[in-house]
Antibody, heavy 118, light 108 residues
Framework: QVHLQESGPRLVKPSETLSLTCTFS????????WSWIRQPAGKGLEWIGR???????RYNPFLKSRLTMSVDTSKNQFSLSLISVTAADTAVYYC????????????WGQGILVTVSS | EIVLTQSPGTLSLSPGERATLSCRAS???????LVWYQQKPGQAPRLLIY???SRATGIPDRFSGSGSGTDFTLTISRLEAEDFAVYYC?????????FGQGTKVEIK
């Protein structure tokens, strides 16, 4: 059974870096696209970016200057790094899987609430 | 970016009733790239419909999607208790992919 799990610090100080990891189990990480999506409390969904297992990335232009994603196929993990965070980056962060060349997110992690506060 | 506007914001209906949810795009979206999700409180979204009208694995046939161009619809033919949730449409025809703001289907 496919399972995704987000992990990382739940509290980040303003101007610092938000780093999260998503661990995938229940299959091979290969041959899928892996995305990060976030949701501020009480609000809608925002796509952050995606990475393929070959390392190719596509980022939301609104976050591109602050964003880096990476993948470690040997560990079935992919990661997110968002620099210079502000309170506006406070949200539940989800990792999700999609078939190649699609953004039909058929598997999601449970989400992790990250708060940016001093 | 393409802005998706969902209406109504909230839909108050009784179990057994029909729900019709609208998703309007600020520019044309190819049908293959329009998706619907369901989200319940405290849970991640769940894929319902992809390619405008194809049901995802395990989704009951009371859920259906239709539309083209800038106007898309999610229909729930007869609401069941577990269908009361928030529904989001999503497009990935044009980068960046975007989501609508959601329609909440609540019990009347």
């Amino acid at each position: 059974q496919v399972h995704l799990q987000e992990s990382g610090p739940r509290l980040v100080k303003p101007s610092e870096t938000l780093s999260l990891t998503c661990t995938f189990s229940g299959g091979s990480i290969s041959s899928f696209y892996w995305s990060w999506i976030r949701q501020p409390a009480g609000k809608g969904l925002e796509w952050i970016g995606r990475i393929s297992t070959s390392g190719g990335t596509r980022y939301n232009p609104f976050l591109k200057s602050r964003l880096t994603m990476s993948v470690d196929t040997s560990k079935n993990q992919f990661s997110l790094s968002l620099i210079s965070v502000t309170a506006a980056d406070t949200a539940v962060y989800y990792c999700a899987r999609a078939e190649p060349d699609t953004a039909n997110f058929d598997s999601w992690g449970q989400g992790i609430l990250v708060t940016v506060s001093s | 970016e393409i802005v998706l506007t969902q209406s109504p914001g909230t839909l108050s209906l009784s179990p057994g009733e029909r729900a019709t949810l609208s998703c309007r795009a600020s520019q044309s979206v190819r049908s293959s790239y329009l998706v619907w999700y369901q989200q319940k409180p405290g849970q991640a979204p769940r894929l319902l419909i992809y390619g405008t009208s194809s049901r995802a694995t395990g989704i009951p046939d009371r859920f259906s999607g239709s539309g083209s161009g800038t106007d898309f619809t999610l229909t729930i033919s007869r609401l069941e208790a577990e269908d009361f949730a928030v529904y989001y449409c999503q497009q990935y025809d044009t980068s960046p992919q975007t989501f609508g703001q959601g329609t909440k289907v609540e019990i009347k």
